[in-house]
C-alpha cells in the first residue's frame, strides 16, 4: 500500500494495525477519509485502491466491506 501511495505522489500516511474485527477477510484496508473498508488486498489490488479510489475517486466495487447491497 505504501509502495502504490509512493508512486502515486500522494500525501497520505499509510499504517498497520492489528484485526479490525474482519481478520478472515484480510489482508484489509481501511481509507478513514470516506470510511472505505476493501478487503482481500493483494499488493496489485493496493494499487487499483489507489489509483481508481485515492486518485480518481472511484471505489474498487469488487474488493468493498460491506458489499455493495449488504450493509
Given amino acids: 500500500m505504501q509502495e502504490a501511495v509512493t ?11 492489528g484485526c479490525l474485527e474482519v481478520c478472515k477477510l484480510g489482508p484489509v484496508v481501511f481509507h478513514s ?10 499488493p496489485e ?3 487499483e485502491i489507489v489509483q ?3 486518485v480518481e475517486g472511484r ?8 458489499p455493495p447491497g449488504q450493509s
Fill in 45 to 47: 489490488v493496493a494499487r
Fill in 52 to 54: 481508481s479510489h485515492m
Fill in 59 to 66: 471505489k474498487v466495487e469488487r474488493h468493498l466491506y460491506p
Fill in 7 to 17: 508512486e502515486a505522489g500522494l500525501d497520505i500516511t499509510v499504517r498497520t494495525a
Fill in 33 to 42: 477519509g470516506d470510511r472505505t473498508w476493501y478487503t482481500r488486498v493483494t
